[in-house]
């Protein structure tokens, strides 16, 4: 069969949308033609705080399957869909829920800070919950001198304990995406684009060198290394005289980057920096989720309910 006409597509998304009273939320990773049909179009603390602003009972997800199971926690009374149900993320499967009770066990009085790139069982484990565009704040209000387990993203969480000061533990988890950007990627990039503003995702493999510069006194970097969440960087981007970026995320922020600033010049850290879970979803597979309500998220109400707690706390805080 011969593949469906992009247009019809669009044009079949947008009227099943509207009959389904259904609200599209993409990540700053999809595909573009994703990012162009979204309603919210937002990094992952964005698109969770807007989930449980919206008024429509039906919300479909294209991103990555942690963030339909967010968006299900914290609005038990809407509908969740996730279009691919194989869409996951390489970084939420290095921690199951037992590794977060074995930490516990050792350390009772502990508290634990998960990253929102986690399953909703571990998420249940957690007190807080936080995104990179919050952890920072996250970490700063946790109460003084208890023992802290930030997971589980290893490059993150060195970031947080650097610029909070604070002693954590870290899980040693990484996204192979972002893991694979690393110094060398850095300093080629710093070496080709001089006078370019860098704008580095914390979970890079990259983020200590980049602390490094935005701190060292007299780099010509220095100013002009922002670690930012993908949310952060559009604002970021938008409010810089910086005529020149080069961007160390996944490159499907390149697209909205580029749209809402057509004066200025994105460059990818590595174009190699795609994450294929979040390119799972597609136009096709959009409009079967619309059509046949498919596939929906739930969290068990139990689970749902001890997450609730740490995903609320993330909402609030930053
Ligand atoms: P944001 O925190 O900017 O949403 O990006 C993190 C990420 O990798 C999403 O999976
Ligand atoms: Fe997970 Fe990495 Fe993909 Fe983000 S980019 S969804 S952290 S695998």
């Not at 019809?8 to 049909?37: G, M, S």
């Not at 698109?47 to 926690?73: K, N, Q, S, W, Y």
């Not at 059509?291 to 929906?296: A, I, V």
Request: net charge negative.
């Amino acid at each position: 069969m011969a593949p469906a006409d992009p247009h019809d597509l669009i044009a079949e998304i947008r009227a099943l949308k509207a009959e389904r009273h259904a609200a599209i939320l993409a990540h700053n990773y999809q595909r573009p033609e994703i990012q162009d049909l979204a309603d919210v179009l937002a990094d992952s603390l964005q698109m969770a705080r807007r989930a449980t602003e919206l008024d429509a009972p039906l919300l479909v997800i294209c991103g990555v399957h942690f963030m339909a199971e967010t968006a299900a926690i914290a609005n038990p009374g809407k509908r969740v869909l996730i279009p691919d149900p194989d869409a996951g993320c390489s970084l939420a499967a290095t921690i199951q829920a037992a590794d977060v009770r074995a930490w516990r066990t050792e350390h009772p009085d502990g508290l634990v800070v998960a990253y929102v790139n986690t399953s909703a069982d571990v998420k249940a484990e957690a007190d807080y919950c936080c995104t990179s565009g919050n952890a920072v704040a996250v970490v700063t209000a946790l109460p003084p001198g208890v023992p802290v387990l930030f997971l589980p993203d290893f490059f993150l969480g060195q970031y947080v304990k650097r610029v909070t000061g604070r002693d954590i533990d870290l899980w040693l988890g990484e996204c192979h995406v972002h893991a694979a950007l690393t110094r060398e990627t850095l300093e080629q990039r710093r070496t080709q684009f001089p006078d370019a503003e860098f704008l580095v995702h914390p979970e890079c493999g990259c983020v200590t060198s980049a602390m490094y510069y935005a701190e060292a006194e007299g780099d010509v970097a220095a100013g002009r290394m922002g670690i930012v969440s993908t949310e952060q960087m559009m604002r970021r981007a938008r409010s810089s005289n910086a005529r020149q970026f080069v961007v160390a995320t996944e490159t499907g922020v390149l697209h909205r980057l580029r749209r809402e600033n057509p004066g200025k010049e994105f460059i990818a850290a590595a174009e190699s920096a795609e994450c294929r879970y979040m390119k799972m979803i597609t136009l096709e597979n959009l409009r079967d989720s619309l059509r046949d309500l498919k596939y929906e998220v739930s969290v068990p109400p139990e689970t749902a309910a001890r997450a609730r707690r740490a995903v609320e706390r993330m909402l609030t805080i930053g």
